[in-house]
């Protein structure tokens, strides 16, 4: 048993905590129900098995907070009832708690294909975007957006209920530049100093002779031999 959601138990005191104050009821195998049923040990209130929402009710329950009290049990449920704003600027705590995060809304690029079309297939329903948040993942400002985008593209319930991928392809990003890139001449890419006129090599002044010491300092003359001393 395990999960956001899911009301399993799992390791975070906070949850050990929540879990401690309910008792499990023996589910019907003819019930039908999918999650299982608690019963607050304080005030007997039965609901569904589910940590965010036992703990909530564990934070307004007079007869477990009473009792926490007279018995000296100091807990994250009790810190939080008392001092709600002290509670959760202790960020230890938060991570304690193990409250997990809020789903990540994604943006309609990052649907595949068949969920924009199954998407768009539940709206045309007049499903309620709460649902097909709820089945397909997607914000529902996306879902609006989307048959908005479908009938742009041609989409007409009246004519045709067929729904094709091209309705649900991402639209064009504006950002990007409009028409043929611009061709590059080959000179376009060269250095203009390179591009002009070469320039004659620099001159050096002649060496003195005299000042240079014995030898042949003609390079210029071939070398014939070479004479080992």
């Known amino acids: 048993m395990g999960g956001p959601g899911s ?3 799992k390791n975070s005191p906070g949850d050990t905590e929540t879990h401690s104050a309910w008792d499990i009821i023996a589910q019907d195998p ?3 129900q999918k999650l299982a049923q608690v019963r607050c040990k304080y005030c007997a209130r039965e609901m569904a098995q589910h940590t965010s929402r036992q703990r909530a009710h564990l934070l307004t329950c007079e007869q477990y907070l ?4 007279e018995t000296g049990i100091e807990n994250s449920i009790t810190r939080q009832a008392t001092d709600p704003a002290g509670f959760f600027k202790n960020s230890k705590v938060l991570q304690a708690f193990g409250e997990p995060k809020p789903p990540k809304i994604l943006r309609m690029g990052e649907h595949s294909t068949a969920v924009r079309i199954q998407a768009l ?7 309620s975007t709460e649902r097909i ?9 996306i879902v609006v957006g989307l048959r908005k985008l479908a009938r742009e593209r041609g989409y007409d319930p009246n004519v045709s209920m067929v729904l094709k991928e091209e309705y649900v392809w991402d639209p064009p990003n504006s950002n990007k530049p409009r028409g043929r890139p611009k061709k590059r001449r080959p000179e376009d890419d060269l250095d203009p100093e390179l591009s002009q006129s070469p320039r004659a090599p620099p001159s050096f002044p ?3 002779a005299a ?5 042949n300092w003609n390079f210029m003359t071939p070398v014939t031999g070479y004479t080992v001393s």
């Open 121 to 127: 297939a539940l709206a045309e329903a007049h499903i």
């Open 206 to 208: 002649d060496a003195d």
């Open 7 to 9: 009301g399993g138990y």
């Open 211 to 215: 000042s240079l010491p014995p030898g």
């Open 66 to 69: 009473d009792t926490m009290k």
């Open 133 to 141: 948040q709820e089945v397909t993942g997607m914000d529902p400002k």
């Open 30 to 32: 003819e019930s039908g």
